[in-house]
């Protein structure tokens, strides 16, 4: 079955850039998709079609895709970033989550 | 606004089924799909499938053919998923989302926790 990864985990300094990666082998032709969770919350989804931002996130939040790796790029990321990240997009039978990234900022 | 809103917790006994409701409103329920996805306590999201609310049309998620069966009542505005045959491993949360090519809008989420 269809599988996306991503690192376990990033760490980064307040105010740092944190680089968010999700690796699939249909990600050149398909969308990524980029949810935020935090604890104990539904999930939010912060970017679609690999860089396009919902109203209401901010702008440090960006994305993008090349080749088969899709990155969530937090610039000048803040403490109530911390969070786990989930990439998401689908193949011929449906959808599939990444395995997720905790992010800390401290 | 949209709002999802889903039924309250359950406890189901092994072997039994579950029946989550999900009521949608602040927009033109048929208009969208609605996804289903879980989460087990302490793990990552897993897609379960999706309905369109336009036609019924449904895709579930490989590993649960069979177990799981999504609807939606258009009278109402509400989607439904059952998931039959209960494990233990079933314990999780649910969540209905709002569908346009993606997850986008979540409900709150319904606990369910199988005990045998």
């Known amino acids: 079955s269809y599988e996306l990864t991503q690192p376990p985990s990033v760490s980064v300094s307040p105010g740092q850039t944190a680089r968010i990666t999700c690796s699939g082998d249909?990600?050149?032709?398909?969308?990524a998709y980029w949810y935020q969770q935090k604890s104990g919350q539904a999930p939010v989804l912060v970017i679609y079609e690999d860089s396009k931002r919902p109203s209401g996130i901010p702008e440090r939040f960006s994305g993008s895709s090349s080749g088969t790796m899709a990155t969530l790029t937090i610039s000048g990321a803040q403490v109530e970033d911390e969070a786990d990240y989930y990439c998401?997009?689908?193949?011929?039978?449906?959808?599939?989550f990444g395995g997720g990234t905790k992010l800390t900022v401290l | 606004q949209v709002q999802l809103v889903q039924s309250g917790a359950e406890v189901k006994k092994s072997g039994a089924s579950v029946k989550v409701s999900c009521k949608a409103s602040?927009?033109?329920?048929?208009?969208?799909?609605i996804s289903w996805v879980r989460q087990a306590p302490g793990q990552g999201l897993e897609w379960m499938g999706w309905?369109?609310?336009?036609?019924?049309?449904?895709n579930y998620a490989q590993r649960l053919q069979g177990r799981v069966t999504m609807t939606t009542d258009t009278s109402t505005s509400t989607a439904y998923m059952e998931l039959r045959s209960l494990r233990s491993d079933d314990t999780a949360v649910y969540y209905c989302?709002?569908?346009?090519?993606?997850?986008?809008?979540w409900g709150q989420g319904t606990l369910v926790t199988v005990s045998s």
């Open positions: 998401y997009s689908t193949d011929s039978s449906g959808g599939v």
């Open positions: 989302a709002r569908d346009l090519g993606t997850p986008e809008i």
């Open positions: 309905i369109s609310a336009y036609n019924g049309n449904t």
């Open positions: 602040g927009y033109t329920f048929t208009s969208y799909g």
């Open positions: 249909a990600l050149p032709k398909k969308y």
